[in-house]
C-alpha cells in the first residue's frame, strides 16, 4: 500500500504523488466511499494538455456522478487503462491498483498534506 502520509491532496479528493516532474493521480478513499460502487470511468487521453482546476474526466457511480478535476497543469503521459477496464478498482484500491492518470508538469502548486486533508474529510 501507498504510504498516504507522503502523498499530496486537493480539497476535491484527489491525491498526487510526485516523481520527478510527474505526477500520478488519483482519487482518495474518502472520494470513492462517497461515490459508492463505481461503474465508469472517463479519462483524457494521452498527450492531452489540461489546466489546474479544469475539470479533465468523470466518475460514475451507482449512487452519482463526479467530476475529475486537475489539480495540476501539465500533459497526460500515461492513462490507467485497467480503471477504465474494470471501474470497481477506484473502490477496492484507490491509493494503489487504481491510480487515473500520469501528468508531466512543469511546476507543482501548493497542496494539501495528509494532515491537512484529514482535517477537510474528518479522517
Known amino acids: 500500500m501507498a504510504d498516504l ?5 486537493t480539497a476535491e479528493h484527489e491525491w498526487v504523488a510526485v516523481d520527478g516532474d510527474v505526477a500520478t493521480i488519483g482519487v482518495t478513499a474518502y472520494a470513492a466511499q462517497q461515490l459508492g460502487d463505481v461503474v465508469y470511468v472517463d479519462l483524457p487521453a ?7 482546476g479544469a475539470v479533465v474526466g468523470e466518475i460514475e457511480s451507482t449512487k452519482s456522478v463526479g467530476e475529475l478535476f486537475a489539480p495540476i497543469d501539465g500533459e497526460v503521459v500515461e492513462v490507467n487503462q485497467a480503471v477504465v477496464d474494470s471501474p470497481d478498482l477506484v ?3 484507490p491509493f494503489d491498483g ?3 492518470i500520469k501528468v508531466r508538469f512543469t511546476a507543482l502548486p501548493e497542496l494539501l498534506s495528509a494532515d ?3 482535517a477537510i474529510t474528518g479522517a
Open 5 to 9: 502520509s507522503a502523498l499530496k491532496y
Open 46 to 52: 494521452v498527450g492531452t494538455q489540461i489546466s489546474g
Open 91 to 93: 473502490n477496492a484500491e
Open 98 to 100: 487504481a491510480w487515473l
Open 116 to 118: 491537512e486533508y484529514a
